[in-house]
């Protein structure tokens, strides 16, 4: 079946602008985790939710993050106001509930110019 | 931070066992040892994981000590698409999960 995608697989963009990222998790899998991870780095917690509830956001590092999962499938990660230092690979994973195996996408790669 | 602890990097011959200890001295009862692999270029890919108990699975064993306080993944047989960056997870049900660096395993022909 189909694993988890995340689109686009680059973004390039400019300081200060808005940038969307895009995880579709694995069909009825409820938990759904965003991570970011630089170069040389294991991967950092961003946010996991459970369903449609972001069950713990304590890994979004300001309030320029957000992320959305409304119908409790496709997530979206948005950052306001992009800065150099949000260059990264944002990673999406999947499972069926927390302590299950977590199914990683192929990640987004951003750079903030 | 990570509350594990793994070698830097780490090498191992084609066909041969290939076992990656971690730390995790400070490990409560309730919490597991997970074990994940990121192949250059990929997401991290699940591996195995344990509580108290030895585990293993088509990919790999997993070892803990009687205390808990360190554990040892072992690959049996170990090929050169095992080459990869292997991260020990110290996690509590419901917490979020912490990746350290990992260990940089080279499986060598």
């Known amino acids: 079946g189909a694993g988890v995608s995340q689109t686009p697989s680059n973004k390039v963009t400019e300081k200060g602008k808005y940038v969307e990222l895009r995880c579709d998790p694995i069909?009825?899998?409820?938990?759904l985790y965003w991570y970011r991870q630089s170069l040389g780095q294991g991967p950092e917690f961003l946010i996991y939710f459970q369903g449609t509830g972001a069950a713990d956001d304590s890994g979004l590092p300001n309030d320029r993050f957000f992320a959305v999962r409304p119908e409790g499938s496709v997530s979206t990660l948005k950052i306001q106001r992009t800065e150099r230092g949000d260059s990264a690979m944002y990673l999406c994973?999947?499972?069926?509930?927390?302590?299950?195996?977590?199914?990683f996408g192929p990640g987004t790669r951003l750079t903030v110019l | 931070d990570a509350k594990t602890t793994q070698p830097t990097s780490m090498d191992c011959a084609e066909g041969r066992a290939a076992n990656l200890p971690c730390n995790h001295s400070?490990?409560?009862?309730?919490?597991?040892v997970y074990w994940y692999r990121q192949i250059h270029s990929q997401g991290p890919q699940y591996i195995i994981h344990g509580l108290k108990n030895n585990e293993t699975n088509e990919m790999a064993s997993l070892i803990i000590t009687e205390d808990r306080k360190s554990s040892t993944l072992i690959l049996p047989h170990a090929t050169l698409r095992d080459t990869a960056v292997y991260y020990c997870i110290e996690v509590n049900y419901g917490q979020n999960f912490v990746f350290g660096p990992g260990t940089r395993l080279s499986v060598l022909p």
């Open positions: 400070t490990i409560s009862g309730n919490e597991y």
């Open positions: 069909s009825g899998h409820t938990a």
């Open positions: 994973a999947s499972s069926f509930a927390w302590a299950n195996e977590q199914f």
